[in-house]
């Protein structure tokens, strides 16, 4: 009897190495099949500089980008020197083949006003320019070099012809109501001070993420009060325009400011209606052909939802692509290696942002098999990923590190490796296999 069960477990051992040499033998077919397909269909982009041409991407543009008029392209980090570099050669490239001139960012509405009048060809420097932005991420050479590219561009053009710059996001209230006085001043408009004094209040008022505060939500039906006041009044046609937006970010701030604590994932969904409603009112109102382009997180730009696959949160990408349909293209990134910053939370030596070397692509993402194609930086059209590649790569469940505001988090690592598929995420992909950090030196 026991020789018996002895030979059993022999073959049962034995027949558990098949199964696993099996097994590896067809990951590892299905691997190389993959590299295969990529290498050869891959398009390579020479390199991450913004000034050069996007030569290879030229001659293979795939016609749902051709054809595309709103472009979202995204970051898998903020912290990345070269997806800013790349993201701004791309922006150039569409602004000299498909005339986009419309560029929205990932940043306040409070930034443009002082950014479009330098641009424009304004008195100033680039570096003082920069001080319009309320995200921190923003002050880098990198996007400095960007705004200059701009200004650069619209000299001696019409206003027409001009590159116009956009802020979408609604986390900062700051100087809205001052721009609300001056427009009702200038125009004589009679308003109930007290109405004022609120949007003074919820303008210059910061939000609490650590409580919540009732006092948003009470707010909100006075500043609509406010606004229909102004719509009351004898001002009419178009000049209306400039103190309706700036109310209505306002109030969309204050409306998200009410939603602070409230139950997860709410703040965040609502965050990203509002920048989507804010992207179609810019189209639709400022764009001279309804085309525009814009520079975000991969979390936002993408085509189907935050974070991971089947989360069902909806974010900006969602709305753009159930709106647009076709004429929204969204682009996201991904990368192997290389130096990137985190934001440390240590009550003793204080918080700092800390640089990390990651050597190696993470076993199981979509980055190990990635690094392994024969180009340093290339772009995937997902749309023939899904109609001609075999193996599948891009439409399965694979992991991605989600890199937010607070930069790289090693530990735990689960907590930023999620999965996604990427086909049904973005209509583009580009991939990096070395990144590394921006230059913050704004006097380099």
């Known amino acids: 009897m026991f020789e018996l069960n002895n030979q059993i477990h022999i073959m049962k051992k034995k027949y558990l190495i098949l199964v696993l040499l099996f ?3 067809n990951v590892n077919g299905q ?10 269909n891959a398009i390579e982009i020479e390199d991450a500089s913004p000034d050069s041409e996007l030569i290879v991407f030229k001659n293979n543009t795939p016609n749902k980008f051709a054809n595309a008029k709103v472009f979202g392209f995204g970051e898998a980090s903020h912290n990345t020197k070269q997806f800013f570099d790349i993201k701004a050669k791309f922006f150039k490239h569409l602004v000299k083949t498909q005339g986009v001139k419309t560029f929205i960012m990932e940043e306040s ?11 424009s060809g304004g008195k100033g420097d680039v570096k003082t320019i920069a001080k ?8 880098t050479k990198e996007i400095l070099n960007l705004l200059q590219w701009m200004r650069n561009y619209n000299l001696n053009k019409a206003k027409e ?4 710059f956009y802020g979408m996001d609604i986390q900062i209230g700051k100087s809205i109501s001052q721009e609300i006085r001056e427009f009702i001043n200038t125009h004589k408009i009679t308003i109930d001070e007290k109405l004022l004094m609120i949007a003074d209040s919820c303008s210059s008022k910061e939000i609490d993420y650590s409580k919540s505060d009732n006092w948003w939500q009470l707010q909100i039906p006075k500043l609509n009060k406010l606004k229909q006041q102004i719509l009351d009044s004898k001002i009419k046609g178009e000049k209306y325009k400039p103190v309706i937006r700036s109310l209505n970010y306002l109030i969309a701030y204050t409306e998200y400011a009410s939603k602070a604590k409230s139950k997860y994932p709410e703040n965040t969904e609502f965050r990203d ?8 009112w810019i189209v639709e109102n400022e764009s001279k052909n309804g085309k525009a382009f814009i520079w975000a997180h991969n979390e936002h730009i993408n085509k189907k939802e935050m974070y991971y696959s089947g989360s069902d949160i909806i974010n900006l990408g969602r709305h753009l692509k159930d709106y647009y349909k076709d004429n929204y293209y969204s682009v996201g990134f991904d990368f192997g290696i290389g130096k990137i910053n985190g934001f440390i939370i240590d009550k003793k030596k204080g918080n700092h942002w800390k640089t990390y070397n990651i050597e190696k692509p993470f076993k199981r993402t979509y980055a190990k098999t990635l690094m392994s194609i024969n180009k340093d930086i290339y772009f995937i059209d997902l749309q023939k990923a899904i109609e001609s590649d075999s193996s599948n790569f891009f439409s399965e469940k694979n992991k991605h590190l989600l890199i937010a505001a607070g930069g790289y988090q090693p530990k735990p690592i689960h907590k930023i490796m999620i999965s996604k598929i990427y086909t049904e995420t973005y ?8 990144i590394s950090k921006p230059e913050y030196n704004l006097d380099k």
């Open 23 to 25: 097994s590896l033998f």
């Open 31 to 40: 691997n190389k099949e993959t590299i295969k397909w990529i290498n050869e």
């Open 273 to 280: 209606l509002k920048m989507f409603e804010n992207v179609k």
């Open 109 to 119: 509405y409070q930034a443009e006003s002082g950014i479009n009048e330098w641009i």
């Open 427 to 434: 209509d583009g992909l580009i991939f990096v296999k070395e």
């Open 161 to 164: 012809n001009q590159i116009q």
């Open 132 to 139: 319009n932005f309320n995200i921190g991420f923003w002050y």
